[in-house]
């Protein structure tokens, strides 16, 4: 596509429930990066995916947060039990590789509130 | 790990004027610093990035400048228009890492 596309936009869920996000990356491109965002502050690294594989996935807060890309090109980010605390914009990104210094394409995010 | 601190949080002017943001960072490895403007309700988005190789960018009129030594880089925007206010990010890379280390943003206003 023209660009990374986030869906949904927005989530609302209640504490203790399960939700997945989903990021679909610019045609071709083999980076995809997840972010988190939180009021006021800058993005914050979460996991990072060369081809299929986790190439990185030292951001990851702990055992709930997972994500998948099986065919290496869409993600999903899976949360499990959810938290207060884990209300913010999940950004995703992707990049035609990583072994070069290149920006990233950013989506526009998904809200995940958490009542 | 990488620490970028960027300053000031926020920052207001008056159309036409020039604004600068800067940024600091702890890894001396790190090796490039792109810059991301974030309008509300989007994702940022790269305006312009600079490698360690060089010590200044320019693209009509926003410019970069890195100094290597101190650790330092800042965005110059000249001839602010209301259309630039945004929240921008400064960000830092190590080569040897896949991923960006963010600053905490400016949200730039610029009054008409």
């Known amino acids: 596509g023209a660009g990374v596309s986030q869906t949904p936009s927005n989530k609302v869920t209640e504490k203790g429930k399960y939700v997945e996000l989903r990021c679909d990356p610019i045609s071709g491109h083999t980076a995809l990066y997840w972010y988190r965002q939180s009021l006021g502050q800058g993005p914050e690294f979460l996991i990072y995916?060369?081809?299929?594989?986790?190439?990185?996935d030292s951001g990851l807060p702990n055992d709930r947060f997972f994500a998948v890309r099986p065919e290496g090109s869409v993600s999903t980010l899976k949360i499990q039990r959810t938290e207060r605390g884990d209300s913010a914009v999940y950004l995703c990104a992707s990049s035609l590789t990583s072994s070069r210094e290149r920006g990233y394409t950013f989506g526009s995010g998904t809200r995940l509130t958490v009542v | 790990g990488e620490n970028v601190e960027q300053h000031p949080s926020t920052l207001s002017v008056q159309e036409g004027d020039s604004a600068v943001i800067k940024c600091t960072y702890s890894?001396?490895?790190?090796?490039?610093f792109p810059w991301y403007k974030q309008e509300l309700g989007k994702g940022p988005q790269l305006i312009i990035d600079?490698?360690?190789?060089?010590g200044e960018k320019k693209d009509q009129r926003i410019a970069v400048t890195l100094n290597k030594t101190a650790k330092h880089f800042s965005l110059h925007i000249t001839e602010t228009q209301p259309e630039d206010s945004a929240v921008y990010f400064c960000a830092a890379k190590n080569s040897g890492y896949s991923t960006l280390t963010f600053g905490k943003g400016t949200m730039l206003l610029v009054s008409p």
């Open positions: 890894d001396s490895a790190s090796n490039y």
């Open positions: 995916f060369q081809g299929t594989g986790a190439a990185d």
């Open positions: 600079i490698r360690s190789n060089v």
